[in-house]
């Protein structure tokens, strides 16, 4: 089991930006995906963006097509969560996932292994 790590969250008004960071210490991600899913009070978790490390193919749910961007640095032990224009519904803890070995970007969170312990990002009106 890896032990993911974010960083990056925080409290913002509407329209602002926030970048979540994803590390796994001591391991990369190699040639597996990394996901963002988020969760807020009273609701299920709930997929928000998704990046295939190899080739750098990335899936989005719709509610933040546009707004959000994911992305890895070069080496491979950093992911990234870009969110812009950020809503009030876009309040949640937010969770770094991920699977080591998989060729194929996933939005179910049964589908990865190694989670984080979230970050909130709290965004006010």
């Known amino acids: 089991q890896v032990q993911l790590v974010e960083s990056g969250g925080g409290s913002v008004q509407a329209g602002g930006s926030l970048r979540l960071t994803c590390a796994a210490p001591?391991?990369?991600?190699?040639?597996?995906?990394m996901g963002w899913f988020r969760q807020a009070p009273g609701r299920e978790r709930e997929f928000v963006a998704a990046i295939r490390w190899s080739g750098g193919f990335t899936h989005y749910a719709e509610s933040v097509k546009g707004r959000f961007t994911i992305s890895g640095d070069n080496t491979g032990y950093t992911g990234y969560l870009q969110m812009n224009d950020l809503k009030p519904e876009d309040t949640a803890r937010y969770y770094c996932a991920a699977d080591l070995t998989s060729f194929l970007v996933q939005v179910a969170a049964t589908a990865y292994d190694h989670w984080g312990r979230g970050t909130q990002v709290t965004v006010s009106s």
């Open positions: 001591g391991r990369t991600f190699g040639s597996g995906i």
